[in-house]
């Protein structure tokens, strides 16, 4: 029987080759990747690490890190928080709440809660800072004549409009420059503040006299305010800001006489550092 003959090998590189060439590929995809997110934005890295997951079924279990270096040579990130991004976000599509289109139908919830997180820590500011001015109202002896409140962005300090004017005119009487002084004397400790003077009034129509109506003496009332503040202090005028706001933003019912004496008021606000005025 004849010997049969070997046949020579096919030409070309050996088949570990293709597969050393791919796994190659694949970490050049890997670290181009990494290296692109040099800045990383974390809603964007959520919604590819879960599409990842969604169509190669990759990152399904968590990843660990390996030491704490930073990556390459230009701080891109750290191991160790690369590992939280995939541990957090290597869920299924299905878990990260991903819809068809391949958009987080949980954004809105995330963006509702770190915007509720954020109004509490306003919140807990402008109580700080309200706490802080009351002590110096209470200093000045003055906590008879100013009440001290506050909300998420401001605290508030208001006046009785009939310590500072006489009825219908908007020049300060003279026996109301002491308390503004010692008003005035707390506010340099906030120079670098936002500050805000409001005038208010009453809904009673004004007859005769100076001014045409409730809007242009609240405006004026606020501007004599605003100009012994600047005249009697070192702050800068930048930072200081006045308005009139007529009789549209009442406190107390205005059918009253002593509703309408509490509508007649100016009221300074003064901005803590997380408002958005």
Known sequence: MAKRKEEAPAPGSPAWMATFGDLMNLLLCFFVLLFSMSSVDAQKFELIAASFSQTFSVLSGGASA??????????????????EYINSMGATASEQGLDSMGENTSESDTESELKEQYEQEQLKEAEMLAEQIQEAVEEQNIDKEVDVNFTSQYVLLTMNGALLFDSGHAEIREDAYPLLQKVARILERYAKHTIEVEGHTDNVPISGGKFENNDVLSSYRALSVFNYILDNTNLEPANIKHSGRGEYLPIADNSTPEGRA???RVEIKIFHALSAE
Do not use: A, F, P
Not at 66 to 83: R, T
């Open 66 to 83: 390996i030491g704490d270096g930073m990556l390459v040579s230009n701080g891109v990130s750290q191991l160790n928080e690369l590992s």
């Open 262 to 264: 509490k509508n007649r």
